[in-house]
Each structure stands twice: as C-alpha cells, then as structure tokens.
C-alpha cells in the first residue's frame, strides 16, 4: 500500500472514533435507556483472608453464613449497561436490616465516573452485632439471617427493576473448628475436666483430648480415649467451652468462672462461655460425630449445665440418641442437632460436651467436631405492623373520607409489636385544620390505655400480640366545605428512641348538609317518677350542618295510656309552640327543657320515649341525630292499709271463739302480697290469724283481700280486763311497707268448770268388789269457785262419792283441779258397756256445768268362750267330773285364769277345778278342756225339800292377757231316788215335832259332813298332778316372759279381783256460761 493509501485509512478511522464519542444532540436531551442503566451486579462475602463458613441444606444447596461479633468482608458490584466513553457517578448504598424489619446500619459510597458496559466492586467490613439463624431440629435445614440490601441511584436510570438487591445471611451465635491449640491464651477452646457426677468442682483433667488428623472441619477432631484404646470407666468427663487467662482475675461479660478447672490446669482463670437464654428467641447446637458407646449406661453428648452441674441443673443430648444416630465408621460424621429451646427457663448456661461411663463394657467411644450454636438473639429495636380498616365498611380508606358536618369517621387498627421484647409506643393524631385540634374532635382510644386525647400512650406492646386502636374525628358542627389532610402515626416511645413506626395521612373532604344535632346529658331513664309526678330533661337543638334552617319539635310517648302530659320550655322560660318553628343559624345551638308529668294510674315499667326535630323547609335531606330516645321509669309504689267494722269486742273467757274481721287494702300500682303477723299485750290471750300470708291483691284498691281474721278462743280462765292485738301486714317485697291495725279485747267475769272424761282399760266382773276412780274436776273460769256434784249411774252399777262434803268440791281458784272419788261395783245381772256420767255445777252460776263420762266393761268382750252340752242331772251321791271347753276368741295368746262362783251350790255339794286347768294358755283359735269335780255326800240327796232341786254354779275363765272375764252357769240337778220318796211318804206322817226334830239333827250332821268334805277336797286337790312342764311354761311366758321350769305349786282355788288400771284421761269440751 502506498502512503497517500495509508493515510486515508487512518483518517476513517479517527473519524469513526470520534463520531462514536460525540453524542448527537438529540440523544443528550432524552437520558435513560440501557447506557443509563445502574445496576447492584451481585453481593459477596469474604476474601482471601477470611471467608464466611459454609453450611448444606437437604435439597443440596449452600448457603454462607457468618457468627455474631467476627467481622467479614462484604463486596459489593454496581454495574452499568450500555456503551460509550462518560462515566457518570452513581450513589451507592448497603442497609443491614433486620429481619423483623429495622435497619441496623448502613454503607453508603459514590461510585465514581463508572462507565457504561463497566462495573465497580466496593468493600464493605461488617461486623454482625446479632445473631439470627434457626437451624431445624428434623431436618438440618438452616434459616433465618440479617438481611444485606445493596442499592445504586443515579437519576437518569428509568430502568429500575435492577437498581437493588437482597441477600439473607445467617449470623450464628458461635463457631469452633475445635483446632485451636490447647496453649492459646485469651481464646476459646475446649478444656478437658472431670467433674463429680452429683455436681461440683473439676478435679482433674479427664479423658477428652484433641486428635490432629481426621477432623470434618480443618485437621483436628476430639474424643474422650486414648488412641488405640476405650474410654475409662466410672469417669465424668466434660469439655468445656471457653478460654483461660494469666492477665486478670476477672471474665468478659458473657462467661462464668471455673474455679476448679483453674487450679486443675495451674492458671490464674478459666472463663466458661455462658448462653444467657433470655436473651434468645431460639437456640440450637450442632456437631458432628462418629462412633459408639458400651453396654451399660455410658453415654456422651452435648451438654448444657448451670450452677454446680448436678443431674437436676444439666441437660444432654446424647449422639446415640440423634436422629439419625451417629455409626461407628471412621470419618462418617452424621450432623447432631439439638434444639433446647422450650427447656431453657431463661437461665445462663454453660456449654460443651458430657461423657459418662459406668463399670461395665467400654469401646473407644465418639469423634466430635464442627461445634456451632445457632439462634435468634432477641433485639431491643422493633418494628410494628399497623392493619387499618373504616368500620363502616371494613377496608382501608385509600381514597380518604368524604363526609360531613358534625359526623364522625373513624379508623379501626389493630397495632402488633414484630419485635421480641415489650415496646412502648405512642399513637397521635392531627388533622391539617388546626380548628379542629381539640379534645373532643380527635380521640384516641386504645385497648387497656388509661386515657383518650390526640396522644395516648399505648400499654406495652408485647411480642405478637396486637391490641385495638380506634382513632376518631369529629367534623365539628357548620363546617364549611373543604378538604383537609388527617395524620395518624406511631412512634417509639421507648429507650430506643427509633422515631416514627408506622405514619398514615388520610385525605378529608367536607361537603353541604342540611344537618340537626339533639343531644343531652340524661341519662338512659331520664327520670323516676311516681304516679303523677313531674319531671324535665334539659337538651340542646343544634343546627349541626352548614346551612341555616328552621326546625320543629314533637314528642311521643310509648305505653301508660293517654294520661302523660309533655311540653317543651326554651332555658329562659319562654314556652315553645308546638306549631311553630325554631330557626337556628348554621353551627348554633339552643338550650330547651323537655317537661313530661305521668299518669296518675300507671303500672311500674320503664316507658320509652322519644322527642324528634324536623326541618319542614329542608325537604327529605335532613341529617344527623334527630331524635333523643330515652325513658321513664315508674317504680313500683307500695302502701296498705287494714280496716275493719269494728275495733273492740266484749266476750266472756268460755271458750267459745270470737273473731274480728279485717281487710287489707293495696293501694299501690302493682300486685303486692303481704305476710300478716299478729302481736298480743298478753299471750294468754291466745289470739291467731286464720292465714299468714295474704292473697295477691291486684293495684289500685280493686279487690282488697276480706278473708282476713283474728281469731279468738277466749281461752276458760283468762282473767277479767283488757287485752289489746296488734295485726301487722308487711310486704313480702319490701319489709318498709306495712299496714298496721290496733284491737281491743274485754274480757268478763265467766264461770267455767271442766270434768274430765275417764278411760278404764279393765274389764269387770260383774257382782264383783267395789273399786274407786277419780274424776277430774278443774275450775276454768276466771274466778273462786265451789261446784256441785252428781252422777247419773247407769242399771245394774252402783257408785257414790268419797271425800266429799255435801257432795261439792273444795274452793277451788282459776285453773285450780282436784279429783274427785266415786267407789263404784256392778250386779251379777250387769253386762257389756255402763256409762257412767259425773257432773260438776258452778255455786257461781248454776246455770254453768261439766260432766265427764267414763265407759266400764262389764262381764266378757267375746274374746274368750265357755262352751258345754252338758246338763248334769245326779240321783246319787258320789263323786262327778264335769268337762267345759274354753275357747280363745281373740287375735292373739291368751293366758286364761279359771274359778268358780259357788252360790247356793255349796249346800248340797262341794266343787273344784282340776289343779292343771286352773291355769293355762291359749293359742288363737284354741280350745282346751277344763274339769270341774262335784263331790255330792248321800245326805244332800237324802235330805231334799223337794224331789228335784235345780242349783247354779258359775264359771269363770279370765284373760291374763286382755280385759276379759266370761261366766258359764252350769246347772246342777239333784234328783230323790223311789227308796228315797217312801222313807219320806212315812216319815210324813211323823208329827211335827219329831220332823222338826230330825231336821235339826240333819243339820248338824251335814255341818259336820261339810267340814269333813272340804277337808277331803284340799287333800284331792294337793294330790293332783298339776300342769305338765310345757304348759306351765307357756303360761309363765305369756304372762312374765320366758323363764326356766319351776317346780309345781300347789294352785289356790280362785284370784282375787285385780285393781283397775286407768290411762290419762282426755278433756271434753266445757260448756260454761258467761256469768
């Protein structure tokens, strides 16, 4: 080529060159586009120096993550898009925030003259001051980590979607590779110790050592053997986290003192690195391990302890118990995880690893490296979530409120604190028209604040729990239209002092309105009033919209019938008429008093009512409050009152009951019942009310209760005067409410006597020995007095008084008895039931008198049964057996008693009862046969003043049971023989004197014979067998119970009569005559 040719090409060149640099004229007035493009290119951590350690999550991805207080390089690239030769200056910014949502801190730098299609990497150190990382316990996945925000401005970029970038970066607590030599001062590392298992100081160094080759992370792992050999027996080893030191006496904030491991290693101080739990959210520790452990109760693991260290102040986490559990392959390290969190208690722990060992079989144990603690440490810095809603239709107000004079709009937000501590937070409000900056426009209320305002201090904001915030503004009366700005905003009120959390500016907007506002300070029951009573209720009538209007008032009422009466009255006196209108400027007020009366008869309710305004010019378009609601309340009024026809009464004390009638009257408005109650001067008295509680009356006096009495018996005795009653009726709903009601009682002179009727249990025999009875005999009236005595005495009975003078008692005073004695027997021929009537009369008054009665049991019930077919008829002398049979007619045993009632029997023969039937017992419905002996002598025979002669002997069977006596006559018939008729025939014709004679001689013969014959008759009866034992204890049993056998006695021949036995009398009813 020749030069002319090589100078042209040079020239294009030079020429293309400088067109690319000079931009055309229209380029430079539209910036942007992909020249213009600032960019965050990527975030990166460490350097050659330092590098962030590496963790591998399940799914395969790794992530870096750098422990808390160990600072580490952050670089930075920003780049630019496009072509060209200008570099321009971008500002360039890194926030470290949060994840709860504050920024910690930020880096911010120029990036200087960068040119398109260039980038600049900028280098950041930080120092994370908080950990944040949670590894999961299951599944080894770590999480969590402060966020690093890089971001680039520069203002012609309008390609913004580039300009920022996020990387999370988990910060945890603490790392240990566990190679630092065992020599190194002031940094941590493991120290071997062993401990008493019960807790206590270290004594020695223990078995854990550092091995140099074969670790998971660096060169060295630890174990707790020797190499080539298994861990000792019956050993509490540890190995413990922290540094040792020969400068001070004294361990960083964060460590506790091992005193024990000091003097076991010959240093100056052992500091044990501490995890003060309350100042964690979560916590998890991590290793790797590979190995096993012997039979018995060996184990090893990650230990966390407190205090001395004993079994109650120390938690472990075995590897074998790991899941999954480590294996005994050398270098297959298996991931150990543990997430103590929930058992923490808030306490400060010591950490590092426990190996424990018994007496029995032993291996070579666990490889143990790559100690890291993972954990969110709580922060004193917080953010809050703020969710608002207008109540009314329960979304944010985006596009503000449109609304209007005297209304109210309201924000509802629910504040939650993302912190991990307690925060203290103000909530304020203002509204762009300072006018409107009062109490009682803007109120602010908060769930368990103590006040309400434009500022309220909220109550501590606990960790998510949010609590309720209303904010409310009043859009006061008349405004004009307008629009103005409403602020609503949080800020920290606390320590940290970290400004505004959360801010809202809502836009307002006013419009017209023809609007009317009634309120009052009455209270729901605007008044308690009684029938016919009056009251008032002060209210204000506020033109509230922003238009002048006129308005009109009405009232209603709403139950108690037509009788209310209700008026309006202006606060000067002035009265309102009802059919005209009250003109209000727009934003004024008018003070009035709504004055009502109730009827005069009303039931106790609350009766609502309402008072309403309306605006006849403002067509259909009024607003706001126009009606007041409110009520009165009747109560329920109480009186009564007890009437009666007559006051006071005159009667005798005679026992005969008096009354007075009496009504009760309810004069109140409601149904009422009343308990009645009765007081007397004098008890005596004995005064009573026939009920105690009154029928329900209905109000108003419509049907008082007239069943009402006091009773009065008059009791026999009261003495003579006055006796005043007291009836009471109070009201079984309120003690205060009573009637009362005063009597008056006289009482007269009275006679009175009582003779008390007699009850005889016995039964009798009849023509039996006389017995004596008292009557009882009781003066009851009110005065001294004598009474006379007499009985009617029924046939067959014979009685008379004893101890009696003239037949009258004794003076005997009010109340006073005696009694009085009446001897009395029966004849033979009484039978069944005698009444005998005994009467007293009054010397006082004889018009005045009392009998009593007692009923006697003569002869038998029927309970026992003397049965015989037998008429014996004798023509010889001799000895003859008569049988009966007794039978028992009662429900029950009886023991029965036999005798016999001789009469003129004993003339002519004598008679007995066998010794064995004298006595026995009788089953129910059993009969028993009983033998009388006649021993007839020839001359009862011979001696006959007829040819047949007919005589009666009677026998008796009484109970020992019951009140029963039953006779049998037994007719005995003597019969003269033909030798005896002819003897006579001849003897008849003997003279006079001579049968006189004979008749003499025959008399003494059978007196003589007669002796002789009861003679004869004892001697029989003594050589009678007698009962048989059985019998003679079943009568023994009947009578007396059950007794043992007794030798037989001899048996009288007849009981004498028992003596009655008599119950309390009852008292009859006197008849006394008022004297």
Not at 113 to 128: A, E, R
Not at 360 to 386: L, Q
Not at 402 to 427: D, E, F, H, Q, W
Not at 654 to 680: F, R, V, W
Request: aromatic residues 10%; charged residues 15%; hydrophobic residues 35%.
């Amino acid at each position: 080529m020749n030069n002319k040719a090589l100078a042209m090409v040079i020239w294009l060149l030079v020429a293309h060159s400088i067109g690319a640099m000079v931009e055309p004229a229209e380029a430079a007035s539209a910036r942007g586009g992909a020249s213009d493009d600032f960019s965050i290119e990527s975030i990166s951590l460490g350097n050659q120096t330092v590098m962030p350690s590496q963790w591998t999550n399940p799914d395969g991805v790794t992530l870096d993550y750098v422990i808390a207080g160990e600072s580490i390089e952050i670089s930075v690239e920003v780049s630019r898009g496009g072509s060209g030769f200008v570099g321009n200056d971008g500002i360039s910014q890194l926030d470290v925030i949060h994840p709860i949502g504050y920024v910690m801190e930020s880096f911010t730098w120029i990036t200087a003259d960068l040119y398109p299609g260039n980038s600049q990497t900028h280098k950041i150190t930080w120092t994370p001051t908080v950990a944040h990382s949670i590894l999961n316990n299951s599944t080894n996945e770590l999480t969590g980590g402060i966020m690093l925000k890089a971001s680039v401005n520069y203002a012609p970029d309008d390609l913004n979607g580039n300009d920022e970038m996020t990387t999370q970066v988990p910060v945890a607590v603490l790392k240990d590779p566990m190679d630092v030599p065992a020599n190194t001062q002031n940094q941590d590392q493991f120290f071997p110790g062993r401990y008493p298992s019960e807790g206590g100081q270290a004594f020695a160094t223990g078995i854990w050592q550092d091995e140099n080759s074969g670790g998971a992370v660096g060169d060295s792992l630890w174990r707790h053997s020797n190499p080539g050999a298994d861990y000792p027996a019956n050993a509490h080893d540890r190995a413990v986290y922290g540094y040792f030191t020969q400068q001070t006496n004294q361990c960083e904030s964060g460590y506790n003192i091992d005193s024990g491991l000091a003097a076991v290693y010959g240093v100056l101080l052992v500091c044990k690195r501490a995890l003060n739990s309350f100042n964690f959210v979560s916590l998890q520790l991590h290793a790797q391990a590979w190995g096993d452990m012997g039979s018995g109760d060996d184990y090893a693991g990650i230990e966390l302890w407190r205090g001395a260290g004993g079994p109650q102040f120390s938690m472990v986490h075995q590897f074998e118990l790991n899941d999954p559990a480590p294996v005994n392959v050398a270098g297959s390290w298996t991931n150990i995880t543990w997430d103590p969190t929930e058992e923490l208690g808030g306490y400060n722990w010591n950490l590092g690893f426990l190996f424990h060992s018994d007496g029995g079989g032993a291996t070579s144990g666990f490889r143990v490296d790559d100690f890291v603690v993972f954990g969110v440490e709580k922060v004193d810095n917080f953010t809050i979530d703020v969710d608002c809603i207008n109540p009314e239709n329960g979304i944010f107000p985006i596009d503000g409120y449109t609304t209007y004079p005297n209304n109210i709009v309201s924000l509802k937000c629910m504040v939650t604190n993302n912190g991990y501590r307690s925060a203290s937070v103000r909530v304020q409000s203002n509204v762009t028209n300072t006018d409107w900056m009062n109490q009682s426009s803007i109120r602010i209320e908060v769930e368990g604040a103590s006040g309400t305002g434009t500022s309220v201090l909220m109550p501590p904001l606990k960790p998510s729990e949010p609590i309720e915030t209303w904010v409310n503004l009043t859009i006061p009366p008349g405004s004009d239209v307008q629009q103005q700005l409403w602020n609503v905003w949080w800020q920290d009120a606390g320590g940290t002092a970290s400004g505004i959390k959360a801010y809202y500016e809502i836009e307002l907007e006013v419009k017209q309105q023809f609007s009317v506002y009634m309120t009052t300070d009455t209270p729901t029951i605007a008044a308690s009033l009684g029938p016919g009573e009056a009251g008032s209720m002060p209210f204000t009538l506020q033109n509230s919209g922003n238009r002048d209007a006129s308005f009109k008032l009405t009232s209603n009422f709403f139950g108690g019938g037509d009788g209310w009466d209700a008026s309006f009255v202006f606060a000067d006196g002035g009265a309102y008429n009802p059919l005209s209108q009250i003109p209000i400027t727009r934003g004024e007020s008018v003070d009035m008093f709504f004055n009502f009366t109730a009827p005069l008869q009303i039931a106790p309710e609350e009766y609502p009512f309402s008072i309403s305004a309306t605006c006849p010019s403002c067509g259909d378009t009024l607003f706001g409050n126009k009606v007041l609601s409110k009520k009165v309340n009747i109560p329920i009024y109480r009186e009564a009152t007890l009437t009666t026809f007559t006051e006071s009464i005159i009667a005798p004390a005679d026992g005969i009951q008096k009354s007075i009638n009496l009504e009760l009257h309810n004069l109140g408005n409601a149904e009422e019942t009343y308990q009645l109650s009765i007081t007397q001067s004098n008890n005596k008295l004995q005064a009573y009310l026939n009920k105690e509680v009154s029928a329900l009356l209905e109000p108003w006096d419509v049907a008082p209760d007239s069943n009402i009495k006091v009773l009065l018996p008059m009791p026999i005795g009261l003495q003579t005067g006055f006796y005043f009653v007291t009836v009471t009726a109070i009201n079984t709903n309120d003690s205060s409410v009573r009637a009362v009601i005063n009597l008056e009682i006289e009482v007269v002179d009275t006679a009175a006597v009582q003779v008390r009727d007699e009850i005889s249990l016995d039964s009798y025999t009849p023509n039996g020995p006389s017995v004596t009875m008292p009557f009882n005999v009781t003066n009851t009236g009110n005065n001294p007095d004598r009474f006379v005595m007499s009985m009617e005495i029924p046939e067959g009975m014979s009685a008379n008084f004893e101890q009696l003078v003239d037949s009258k008692t004794k003076v005997l005073n009010p109340g006073e008895s005696m009694n009085v004695l009446v001897r009395f027997s029966f004849s033979s021929e009484a039978q069944g039931t005698l009444k005998l009537k005994v009467t007293a009369t009054s010397e006082n008054d004889q018009n005045i008198s009392s009998t009593g009665n007692c009923e006697f049991l003569v002869g038998s019930q029927n309970w026992l049964r003397i049965i015989s077919i037998e008429r014996p008829i004798y023509t010889e002398a001799g000895e003859y057996e008569v049988v009966v049979t007794v039978r028992n007619q009662y429900s029950d045993n009886q023991s029965v008693d036999m005798s016999l009632e001789k009469g003129d029997s004993r003339n002519y023969f004598s008679s007995s009862i066998a010794s064995r039937d004298l006595n026995f017992l009788l089953a129910v419905g059993a009969e028993r046969d009983v033998t009388i002996t006649l021993d007839i002598p020839d001359s009862s025979i011979e001696n006959l003043l007829s040819d047949e002669i007919t005589v009666n002997l009677t026998i008796w069977a009484t109970s020992g049971t019951v009140s029963e006596s039953v006779p049998f006559v037994l007719e005995v018939s003597l019969v003269k023989t033909a030798k005896d008729l002819t003897v006579d025939r001849v003897e008849s014709s003997t003279s006079n004197v001579g049968a006189i004679a004979t008749w003499a001689v025959g008399g003494l013969l059978i007196i003589g014979l007669a002796v002789v014959l009861i003679r004869i008759l004892n001697a029989t009866e003594e050589e009678d067998t007698g009962w048989t034992d059985q019998e003679y204890e079943d009568h023994l049993a009947a009578k007396y119970g059950a007794v043992t056998a007794a030798p037989t006695l001899d048996a009288p021949t007849s009981f004498a009569s028992q003596t009655p036995a008599y119950s309390p009398p009852s008292v009859s009813d006197p008849a006394p005559v008022a004297a």
